[in-house]
């Protein structure tokens, strides 16, 4: 969204993105779309004509205001919100927002300007309890259908002493999805060894030509 954090992590992974973006004839621009930041912004040609897409939230500066000395929230909220929608099916994508956008988002929901209804969810914040309330799920998945999906992307890793996906997290999604369709990418990493755990559990959400949605581990 145009907001640049300063810790090592960030300014790494957002050199390596430029350098594909170049290496692949891309153009960079920050923001990456001409007024990105505003909220809702319809951007029905980002993937070709056969998919729409919505920017839900982007903050080009942190909504709580820490803009010289920002916290992880702060940083967390100025994430990139997408809807994409395909088929009639809806997939969400929300990267880091915490509780307090999830806040403005169903605002928004409720209001009518935006739509959070959708069949396939890429969890917040890798699964953190900070994000994916039980209110906020409610309006993704507002009825359970076999359709519906959600997937992390977590490794079993501790943050100070907290574990991603959480408990709190997973129970709140148990009451919104069937059965065996929380998917996570630090499935199994307990009972393997240190340092083998990665790379091994990607996860593929198709949408079929007929309406189906299916999801599953795949190889690397």
Do not use: M
């Not at 395909?86 to 009518?112: F, R, Y």
């Amino acid at each position: 969204p145009g907001f640049t954090a300063n810790s090592q992590g960030f300014l790494e992974a957002r050199n390596s993105c430029e350098s594909d973006v170049q290496r692949n004839g891309g153009q960079i621009a920050v923001p990456a779309i001409p007024n990105l930041a505003p909220r809702p912004f319809s951007a029905t040609d980002l993937f070709g004509e056969y998919i729409d897409a919505t920017i839900l939230w982007a903050a080009q500066t942190p909504p709580g205001g820490g803009s010289s000395d920002p916290s992880g929230t702060d940083i967390n909220n100025t994430s990139v919100a997408f809807a994409i929608r395909w088929n009639l099916h809806q997939v969400l994508l929300l990267a880091d927002l915490e509780s307090a956008v999830e806040a403005q988002l169903i605002a928004a929901h409720d209001a009518g300007e935006i739509n959070l209804q959708s069949n396939i969810l890429k969890v917040a914040h890798h699964g953190s309890s900070s994000s994916s309330s039980r209110g906020f799920l409610a309006r993704v998945f507002p009825s359970v259908s076999n359709d519906d999906w959600a997937v992390i992307s977590s490794g079993r890793r501790s943050f100070g002493g907290v574990t991603l996906p959480t408990e709190e997290t997973l129970l709140n999604l148990a009451e919104v999805v069937p059965t065996h369709h929380v998917l996570s990418t630090e499935n199994r990493d307990d009972i393997k060894g240190a340092g083998t755990e990665g790379n091994d559990d990607h996860i593929i959400v198709r949408i079929e030509s007929d309406g189906r949605v299916e999801a599953c581990y795949a190889p690397p």
